[in-house]
């Protein structure tokens, strides 16, 4: 079975604070997917960036970054200098064989002016 | 502008009433996909469609019904038999049912039983 755990339910950080979100994920997939999305408080969820198993080099876009360890089946989210507009729920998912996603239970980051 | 669109944004019904939720999308995808989505747990799965006229069940499928008539279209009734229904309710499309392909959400459908 899939599973993905994401262990910081909430994190609170000052602005211009650098965050990572930890991704724990499990499957017995050898070709499987990986991916971030972000809910702001509008409710609708917004695809960041999505990671394959093959490959594990990490991805840097702005002052977002994500570190895939297969090693560590971890699939981390850092941001940099953190904005009060990164406030939001982030959700890690998993996509294997089956198609389906399987998502975390999410991490409420709350970033303080 | 393409995306796709859910309605109401909020929903109140009685108990022991049927209600239906809308999901329509126009980014031509094949794929589409319900979940719900309770206070501090992930989305979990409820039906999702590959295609028009099929349908599959979720992880959470009981007291839940769908269709799937137009490739647009993926309308969730959530039925008098759903025990706790109180929820945000999330669709979302992908452009086909394979694994790789990110999932495009609406804005969600927050429902109350009074």
């Known amino acids: 079975a899939q599973k993905v755990t994401q262990a910081q339910t909430e994190i609170s950080v000052v602005e211009k604070e650098d965050v990572t979100l930890d991704c724990v994920y499990e499957?017995?997939?050898?070709?499987?997917?990986l991916f971030w999305y972000k809910q702001p408080p509008s409710g609708e969820l917004v695809f960041l960036i999505r990671r394959n198993s093959f490959d594990e080099q990490n991805e840097i876009s702005g002052r977002y970054s994500w570190n895939f360890q297969k090693s560590t089946s971890s699939f981390n989210f850092t941001i940099t200098a953190s904005q009060v507009v990164d406030s939001a729920v982030y959700f890690c998912?998993?996509?294997?064989?089956?198609?389906?996603?399987?998502f975390g239970p999410g991490t409420r980051l709350s970033v303080l002016p | 502008d393409g995306g796709i669109t859910q309605s109401p944004k909020y929903l109140f019904r009685k108990e022991g009433q049927n209600v239906t939720l809308s999901c329509e999308q126009n980014?031509?995808?094949?794929?589409m996909y319900w979940y719900r989505q309770d206070p501090g747990q992930g989305l979990r799965l409820i039906y999702y469609s590959q295609i028009v006229n099929d349908f599959q069940k979720g992880d959470i499928a009981e007291g839940y019904s769908v269709s799937r008539e137009k490739k647009e279209s993926f309308p969730l009734t959530v039925t008098s038999a759903q025990k706790n229904p109180t929820a945000f309710y999330l669709c979302a499309s992908s452009i086909i049912p394979i694994s790789y392909n990110e999932q495009f959400f609406g804005p969600g459908t927050r429902l109350t039983v009074l």
């Open positions: 998912a998993l996509s294997g064989g089956g198609q389906n996603f399987v």
């Open positions: 499957t017995r997939d050898t070709t499987y997917y």
């Open positions: 980014l031509n995808h094949d794929a």
